[in-house]
């Protein structure tokens, strides 16, 4: 039976996440709320629910709710999570927040705790590796195609360039000098975690060009990110919002290396391609490499990894998961976070070495055979 759902946050995103609830069939969305009701009205009015004007007032008219979807916004993007989430987790009810978890460490971290201790699930919408691509680059790693673990390479951001930069950013963002990397870096780290695994160190810099300069535009707007993983793999993350246009791979790549092949998913949701090292007896000369094999799904259409990953949610929970096995969960999120914050501290550091803070012990449902 569909999960009962209610919407927090009906802007942009929230309108999006309320209707991708309406077309999935593990979803019943039954309300939505906005501290701005028009919205929420507007959107219910469209999709045929009930509009609230709180959360609190939204819980009271449906304690049947099981699912809340925090679609909120804030400061850095990330500011106003964590209220309507620690209220929806201390009513009981399961929670997919959007990312940055937060655009607050410790705020995080209590979210992730709050769930724990109420055995609920905490699940974030990290949906970028929810996507043909990732999952077949994923199996290719499970079928021993990869092998040890050597590198990554990857590059995210918005393309753009100085003729076409402009300062109105928002006041989510305007006066924030890193609210493009707390922000948006949740997404870039979650993909380099999802494939290499958790990271111990972190190097950063970060720099604006000129032209936001002149504008007196703090935002850092570019990020060079180099890590080392726990499995002793490196990797190097380049992010950039509106200030470059990327060439090869386009907005969004990801290259990975291991001991057995390699693997280039380009475009995130478009093409994955897989070069496999030599077998014994090939020998190739500088220049020349095994054929690789080249998957294009035909998809250029990121909005595809909003039902892509509220599905999954929906469905870990429907089919209750033990929690640690949740996809994109909110201790997943706090990694990224966690991340996001050693990399300001070394930038702010001069590209210093920093470890970042160890995640909450991982533990196993009893449940889980
Ligand atoms: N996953 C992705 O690919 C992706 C892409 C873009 C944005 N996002 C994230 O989605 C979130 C929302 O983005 P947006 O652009 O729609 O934000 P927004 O600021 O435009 O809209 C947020 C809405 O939430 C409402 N709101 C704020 N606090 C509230 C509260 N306590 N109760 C009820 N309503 C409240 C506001 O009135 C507003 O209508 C952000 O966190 C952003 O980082 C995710």
Request: proline share 5%; with cysteine.
């Amino acid at each position: 039976m569909a999960l009962k759902v209610g919407v927090v946050g009906i802007q942009g995103i929230g309108s999006n996440h309320a209707r991708c609830h309406k077309k999935d069939e593990l979803s019943n969305l039954v309300a939505v709320c906005d501290v701005v009701k028009a919205r929420a009205e507007k959107i219910a009015a469209e999709l045929g629910v009930k509009a609230y004007s709180s959360l609190k007032e939204m819980l009271a008219a449906h304690p049947e709710l099981e699912v809340v979807d925090v679609c909120t916004g804030g400061f850095e993007n990330g500011g106003w999570h964590y209220e309507p989430s620690m209220e929806a987790l201390t009513a009981g009810k399961h929670v997919l927040v959007e990312k940055p978890i937060s655009n607050d460490l410790q705020e995080a971290r209590d979210m992730v705790k709050l769930a724990a201790q109420k055995n609920l699930y905490l699940g974030c919408n990290l949906n970028h590796y929810f996507t043909e691509p990732a999952r077949q680059a994923k199996q290719l790693m499970v079928d021993g195609k990869i092998g040890e673990p050597v590198y990554c390479l990857h590059r995210m951001g918005f393309n753009g360039g100085e003729e076409t930069y402009s300062s109105g950013s928002g006041p989510n963002f305007d006066g924030f000098p890193y609210a493009h990397t707390k922000a948006f870096l949740a997404h870039p780290f979650s993909i380099m975690r999802h494939f290499c695994g958790d990271i111990t160190h972190i190097q950063a810099f970060m720099d604006r060009p000129a032209s936001r300069r002149k504008a007196a535009d703090l935002m850092m707007s570019i990020a060079s990110v180099h890590v080392r993983f726990q499995s002793g793999a490196v990797g190097y993350l380049f992010s950039s919002r509106g200030d470059v246009t990327v060439g090869l791979g386009g907005w969004w790549s990801f290259e990975m290396g291991g001991t057995k092949g390699s693997f280039c998913i380009e475009n995130c949701v478009e093409k994955l391609t897989y070069f496999p090292t030599p077998k014994p007896g090939q020998s190739f000369g500088l220049g020349e490499q095994p054929t690789p094999e080249v998957t294009n799904t035909g998809v250029k259409d990121f909005g595809m990894t909003f039902p892509a990953r509220i599905h999954a949610f929906m469905e870990d929970v429907t089919n209750k998961v033990p929690k640690h096995k949740l996809r994109a969960s909110g201790r997943d999120a706090l990694a990224t976070l966690e991340y996001t914050f050693a990399a300001i501290e070394s930038c702010e550091q001069g590209g210093e070495l920093v470890r970042p803070a160890a995640l909450p012990t991982l533990k196993r449902d009893v449940i889980d055979s």
